[in-house]
């Protein structure tokens, strides 16, 4: 089992729709949670970090955390074309009696115009 | 502007060069990595150094060695490279080490061919 999974997509949707991105976890003791944003050619670069259970906003974007569901989501609305890129769910995992940030294979997200 | 720098950004070498990546961090971080992100595979941790000193070896090849001289340096030493070891190399830094909630930067990252 893969320690964090996401939906490789991509992911298509509308200019000014609402777009989902969701991921998965193994680890039940992780405690913290971090969206990257991935532009093709360039480094990940950190969009939202979420803590607790429940939702967290900045701007367009809502991270959604349910630990007992080991699942952690972002909500871009009113989605840009610039969005378009990929995004990584890390997930500071339990490995080896040390922690690691462990990320996700990305999920590709195009908005279209 | 990220807080971390990479140098070069791009990089080809043959399979029997001697290369190095160099890393600086100006965030005052405790904590530095390289990852290694290969076409369509997630993000992959190669090492960890905490307080200059490594605590993660995810059993990386050894053709490729690390070197951390001070919290804000790193390099990558790259020698007798075979073609799969083509792809984006990452370093990170994070105010210590990945422990429950502190997050990593990313610097730019180097483009690695090797032919």
């Known amino acids: 089992q893969k320690e964090v999974e996401q939906n490789s997509g991509p992911l298509s949707v509308p200019e000014g729709a609402i777009a989902s991105l969701n991921c998965t976890y193994s680890d039940r003791g992780s405690q913290s949670f971090f969206w990257y944003r991935q532009y093709s050619g360039k480094s990940p670069e950190l969009i939202m970090s979420?803590?607790?259970?429940g939702d967290k906003e900045d701007g367009r974007f809502t991270a959604q955390l349910n630990k007992a569901s080991q699942y952690v989501s972002l909500l871009i609305r009113d989605s840009q074309p610039s969005d378009s890129a990929t995004y990584l769910c890390?997930?500071?995992?339990?490995?080896?009696?040390?922690?690691?940030?462990?990320f996700g294979s990305g999920t590709r997200l195009l908005v279209r115009p | 502007e990220t807080g971390v720098t990479q140098t070069p950004r791009h990089l080809v070498m043959g399979m029997t060069n001697k290369k190095s990546l160099k890393c600086e961090q100006h965030?005052?971080?405790?904590?530095m990595y390289w990852y290694k992100q290969s076409a369509k595979k997630p993000l992959e941790l190669m090492f960890v150094?905490?307080?200059?000193?490594?605590?993660e070896n995810n059993s990386v090849p050894s053709r490729f060695s690390p070197e951390c001289p001070n919290s804000s340096h790193l390099f990558l030493h790259l020698h007798t490279l075979q073609p799969e070891d083509s792809a984006l190399y990452l370093c990170?830094?994070?105010?210590?080490?990945?422990?429950?909630?502190?997050?990593?930067?990313f610097g730019q990252g180097t483009r690695l061919t090797v032919v």
């Open positions: 979420i803590y607790s259970n």
């Open positions: 990170a830094s994070s105010p210590d080490r990945m422990g429950g909630g502190t997050e990593a930067f």
């Open positions: 965030l005052g971080h405790n904590a």
């Open positions: 890390a997930v500071p995992t339990l490995m080896d009696s040390s922690y690691k940030l462990i």
């Open positions: 150094y905490n307080f200059k000193e490594q605590t």
